[in-house]
């Protein structure tokens, strides 16, 4: 009972509350390198690193309270071009197995579609909300996928951080969703 109140609540606050500008969290930072489709703001005292071909992490300085959460975002081919929701509801039940093959105790504390909607652009997506433990430590973490309207592409932000601190940087991870536009084709 203790779990579904807190995924009760996390849910109303991930879905319902107002979404805070770039202003409210000092983004000040922009990253959209040509050809990824898309921009998005991000602290500036933030640092980030490319791990691999179209994907990016963002994450708080080294000795910074923000130093163990982290925002991610990787463009994901998917064979299920003209099927956009197949395609989104495919790759989040496999990122659920991969964090159900490599974590312990998982429990999803919510799932929901998430509707993006900027410049004229309306596109359907899903969220997630999961909490596990990988050695030892307690995390949350948030994830978002999201369609390109006509590649066949997707697009899959995480917010991921220890469960303690998860909910102080909240909202510079919903600031940043907030800054996230997709752009192109």
């Known amino acids: 009972m203790k779990h579904f109140f807190a995924a009760l609540l996390l849910a109303a606050t991930l879905v319902t509350a107002a979404p805070l500008s770039a202003q409210d969290n000092k983004l000040g930072a922009d990253f ?11 602290p500036v005292d933030w640092v980030k690193v490319e791990p691999s071909d179209y994907a990016v992490v963002f994450s708080g300085r080294e000795g910074t309270a ?14 299920d071009g003209d099927d956009k929701l197949a395609a989104v509801t495919g790759e989040m039940a ?27 652009l309306k596109l359907t997506g899903a969220q997630l909300v999961a909490e596990f433990s990988r ?15 006509k590649s066949p592409i997707l697009h899959v932000w995480i917010f991921t ?25």
Do not use: C
């Not at 923000?66 to 064979?79: F, K, L, M, P």
């Open 32 to 42: 959209g390198p040509e050809g990824w489709g898309y921009r998005i703001g991000f």
């Open 161 to 185: 951080g220890p469960v303690e601190d998860f909910p102080r940087a909240l909202p510079t991870a919903k600031a940043m969703l907030d800054s996230f536009v997709i752009k192109g084709e």
């Open 66 to 79: 923000s130093y163990n959460t982290t925002v991610s975002i990787q463009n994901v081919r998917t064979h």
């Open 135 to 149: 050695r030892s430590n307690a995390f949350r973490q948030w994830i978002v996928i999201l369609p390109r309207p």
């Open 94 to 120: 496999r990122l659920e197995g991969r964090m159900q093959d490599q974590t312990a105790g998982l429990e999803i504390l919510t799932r929901h579609p998430f509707v993006y909607e900027k410049n004229g």
